[in-house]
């Protein structure tokens, strides 16, 4: 049984590029949470996702950030125009309906914006 | 903010039970504990979760106290390989997961 699967593992972009981030859930999860890790700092809660839909998007920034989780295929995680200050490891959770909605974590993708 | 209280580190000789503390005195009755740890930036690896009763896996045991303020996460037979950070967190539902700063825990040889 694949885990959590996360592509690229690592992306660098130049300032002002865009980056998209892959995530693809465990089988049968239709729940996927996106985190961002800041170099030397704890991890934090972007957004959280169902099937089609933006359940919390709390932790994610106004501006430059989206995410989707569409009917087909993987969530994707959009950083437009990135700035330097976006270089980070972003981490993506997948759960399915159990009663603790245990989430499992992917392998992440090092964004380096230069 | 996180709503546990863990020591920020602690050590452990290789061979030995790793039992890590946990305060969460202000869990509701629906919340769970969980347990994870993050080797060295990798993605954090879930260990375990428990409601009320104690709990056992393949990889720890997890004992939550009669009154659900406290809980105590066992690695019993620690190894060079545990050195990590391990979260505890409680949380309800399908709700985020809000990590503090966890313990680092380094398995000496």
Excluded at chain 1, 7 to 17: A, M, Y
Excluded at chain 1, 96 to 103: L, M, S
Excluded at chain 2, 26 to 54: A, D, F, M
Excluded at chain 2, 80 to 102: E, M, N, P, S
Aim: with cysteine; proline share 5%.
């Amino acid at each position: 049984n694949a885990g959590v699967m996360q592509n690229p593992r690592h992306l660098v972009r130049r300032r002002g590029q865009e980056a998209r981030l892959r995530c693809s859930p465990m089988k049968g999860h239709s729940h996927v949470y996106w985190y961002r890790q800041l170099p030397e700092e704890g991890l934090k809660f972007m957004v959280y996702l169902q099937k089609e839909n933006i359940i919390d998007e709390s932790g994610m920034p106004k501006e430059r950030f989206s995410a989707e989780f569409p009917k087909e295929g993987p969530s994707i995680l959009r950083i437009q125009q990135v700035v330097r200050g976006d270089s980070a490891a972003y981490f993506c959770a997948s759960s399915g309906r159990t009663a603790a909605y245990e989430q499992y974590f992917g392998p992440g993708t090092r964004l380096t914006v230069t | 903010d996180a709503k546990t209280t863990q020591p920020t580190s602690m050590d452990c000789a290789e061979g030995r039970a790793a039992n890590l503390p946990c305060n969460h005195s202000t869990i509701s009755g629906n919340e769970y504990v969980y347990w994870y740890r993050q080797i060295h930036s990798q993605g954090p690896q879930y260990i375990i979760h428990g409601l009320k009763n104690n709990e056992t896996n393949e990889m720890a045991s997890l004992i939550i106290t009669e009154d659900r303020k406290s809980s105590t996460l066992i690695l019993p037979h620690a190894t060079l390989r545990d050195t990590a950070v391990y979260y505890c967190i409680v949380r309800v539902g399908d709700d985020k997961i809000i990590f503090g700063k966890g313990t680092r825990l380094h398995i000496l040889p």
